[in-house]
Nanobody, 119 residues
Framework: QVQLVESGGGLVQPGGSLRLSCAAS????????VDWYRQAPGKERELVAF???????NYADSVKGRFTISMDNAKNTVYLQMNSLKPEDTAVYYC?????????????WGQGTQVTVSS
């Protein structure tokens, strides 16, 4: 049974940094792709960053140059390094992973981690 655990959220001052982790476990053959989404109160969910197993990446315009997504295949973990954080980055962040396991290729979501940027 595949499980995802997100971590790394918290309270940070504007201009600060956080690194989010999305760790997968349980019968994983490979991670095919991962999206990081975020959802702020009263707003629609927003796709923030994407990475494929081939290391292709893409970012929302709002985070380009500030956020970096990366994947550690040995640890089955994807990271979102967030620098120069702004109050508008405040949201719950979710990882959405496409994982190949004994159950085939499926989409799994993390539980979400709160990021609050405030002075």
């Amino acid at each position: 049974q595949v499980q995802l655990v997100e971590s790394g959220g918290g309270l940070v001052q504007p201009g600060g940094s956080l690194r989010l982790s999305c760790a997968a476990s349980g019968g994983i053959l490979s991670i095919v792709a991962v999206d990081w989404y975020r959802q702020a109160p009263g707003k629609e969910r927003e796709l923030v960053a994407f990475i494929s197993s081939g290391s292709s990446t893409n970012y929302a315009d709002s985070v380009k140059g500030r956020f970096t997504i990366s994947m550690d295949n040995a640890k089955n973990t994807v990271y979102l390094q967030m620098n120069s954080l702004k109050p508008e980055d405040t949201a719950v962040y979710y990882c959405s992973t496409y994982i190949r396991s004994d159950d085939g290729l499926r989409n799994y979501w993390g539980q979400g981690t709160q990021v609050t940027v405030s002075s």
